[in-house]
Every structure is written in structure tokens, then in C-alpha cells.
């Protein structure tokens, strides 16, 4: 079974930027894919199990973005 | 005695592509520093003699971005 959420990340301007934020949202314990829509900000986590999103908004702030929804 | 030359590069939207086109255009023989202006897109080389401008716009080619004008 795998889970799947979308959130949406303000700042990103550009490929590096969404390959910061898919690097930091990638390492999070149990995700198993990542896709950034670098258009709208839409990053869509696929994982085994339902991701945190505290453990989201903390990797974005890692990577130096802004979690702004879900 | 060095040499320094400003040109124009569009397309730099966030600090990774500073860093990019720093890295790039640093791998020029002769260049002994780079600052690079996010807001304006200048780029202002130092280097031990002039650099040739082809060397530049190929650097910047490297990097993603497109020079401009000098």
C-alpha cells in the first residue's frame, strides 16, 4: 500500500530550485517518489505510509522554501 | 596586473543559478574571482589577463543561462 498527498512549496524559481526541494522531500523516512510541478509549486510525495507534515514543512525549510499548503 | 570585465546574463532566477554561473565561469583559465549580481544579472570577472568573450558566453552556455551582452 502506498500514500500519496500533495502539497503546494512558494520560492521556487527554477530546476535547481525544484531539485533542492526533491532532494530534501526524498530523504524523508518512507517516501518513495517526489514530483515537483516547478509551474504551480505542487509537490506530490508518494510514500508507504502517510507522511507527517511536520516532516515536510521541515524538509522544505531545509531545502529553503516555504511549505504554504496542503 | 589583472583584468575585469562586466557582462549582462539573463535567466538567473535564484541563488543556484548564481552559484552555477560562479562555478562555471571560475573554471576559465585566468579567472581569479567572480561576482555575480542575482537582481541586475551582472557578471563581474577578474582574471590575470582579459578573458575572450567566447570563453565567457561558453561558460555561461555551460551553465544554463545566456549571455546577454558585455
Same mark, same amino acid.
Given at each position: 500500500?502506498?500514500?500519496?498527498?500533495?502539497?503546494?512549496?512558494?520560492?521556487?524559481?527554477?530546476?535547481?530550485?525544484?531539485? &533542492?526541494?526533491? !532532494? /530534501?522531500?526524498?530523504?524523508?523516512?518512507? #517516501?518513495?517518489?517526489?514530483?515537483?510541478? =516547478?509551474? %504551480?509549486?505542487?509537490?506530490?510525495?508518494?510514500?508507504? &505510509?502517510?507522511? !507527517? /507534515?511536520?516532516?515536510?514543512?521541515?524538509? #522544505?525549510?531545509?531545502?529553503?522554501?516555504? =511549505?504554504? %499548503?496542503?
Amino acid at each position: 500500500m502506498s500514500s500519496t498527498a500533495t502539497y503546494t512549496v512558494s520560492g521556487m524559481t527554477c530546476g535547481h530550485c525544484v531539485s &533542492a526541494v526533491t !532532494e /530534501e522531500v526524498t530523504n524523508i523516512s518512507g #517516501v518513495t517518489d517526489v514530483q515537483v510541478d =516547478l509551474a %504551480s509549486g505542487a509537490v506530490t510525495i508518494t510514500s508507504e &505510509a502517510p507522511v !507527517e /507534515e511536520t516532516a515536510v514543512k521541515a524538509a #522544505v525549510d531545509e531545502a529553503g522554501y516555504e =511549505l504554504v %499548503s496542503r
